[in-house]
T-cell receptor
Framework: DTGVSQNPRHKITKRGQNVTFRCDPI?????LYWYRQTLGQGPEFLTY????????KSRLLSDRFSAERPKGSFSTLEIQRTEQGDSAMYLC??????????FGPGTRLTVL | GDSVTQMEGPVTLSEEAFLTINCTYT??????LFWYVQYPGEGLQLLLK?????DKGSNKGFEATYRKETTSFHLEKGSVQVSDSAVYFC???????????FGKGTRLSVIA
């Protein structure tokens, strides 16, 4: 069991560019969550999948944010037309049936 | 909505000092409560949890007791070490189908 992995670990982009992050959950975890963490704050929930179904996406920050989990395994989070305010750490977590969530190391996004 | 309030940091302690980080919550029903720890440059790791009133979670010398009457889940450790320096997050969830709600985090620095 290698834990939750996220790629890339760091991403620097220019304002207006699109970025995509990948999350590979722990195998056989059917739930996958995305959170955003800004400096000095706790993680803030963005969206959630159970297998390939996106069960909650109302907390995505704008229509520039979208997420997929096409085969119920890995997931991607895309931000279109990035803005400087999108600079943050993006965290992925996975969970088996139950309440405990296991977090990846995060992807740090810097928008110049 | 659900919320978590934890004491603001930073907290600076000498090695072997006693640690308390206060956490209170607002939630309907009977949430499960967690403490997560984030070491520099790493993702969040579950430190301990409690799922019902009067439960005590413990791990690595840290303890927290779920107090329904005071809606609190304070983190304690009798003797901190330099290696405990990290950011500590209190969090709750109402079920396995709901995301975690985090406090803002408390940075702990332990000096030798």
């Amino acid at each position: 069991d290698t834990g939750v992995s996220q790629n890339p670990r760091h991403k620097i982009t220019k304002r207006g560019q699109n970025v995509t992050f990948r999350c590979d959950p722990i195998s056989e975890h059917n739930r996958l969550y995305w959170y955003r963490q800004t400096l000095g704050q706790g993680p803030e929930f963005l969206t959630y999948f159970q297998n390939e179904a996106q069960l909650e996406k109302s907390r995505l920050l704008s229509d520039r944010f979208s997420a997929e989990r096409p085969k119920g395994s890995f997931s991607t989070l895309e931000i279109q037309r990035t803005e400087q305010g999108d600079s943050a750490m993006y965290l992925c977590a996975s969970s088996p049936e139950g309440i405990e969530q296991f977090f990846g190391p995060g992807t740090r996004l810097t928008v110049l | 909505g659900d919320s978590v309030t934890q004491m603001e940091g930073p907290v600076t302690l000498s090695e072997e000092a006693f640690l308390t980080i206060n956490c209170t919550y607002t939630a309907t029903g009977y949430p499960s409560l967690f403490w997560y720890v984030q070491y520099p440059g790493e993702g969040l790791q579950l430190l301990l949890k409690a799922t019902k009133a009067d439960d005590k979670g413990s791990n690595k010398g840290f303890e927290a007791t779920y107090r329904k009457e005071t809606t609190s889940f304070h983190l304690e450790k009798g003797s901190v070490q330099v290696s405990d320096s990290a950011v500590y997050f209190c969090a709750l969830t109402r079920s396995g189908n709901t995301p975690l709600v985090f406090g803002k985090g408390t940075r702990l620095s332990v000096i030798a």
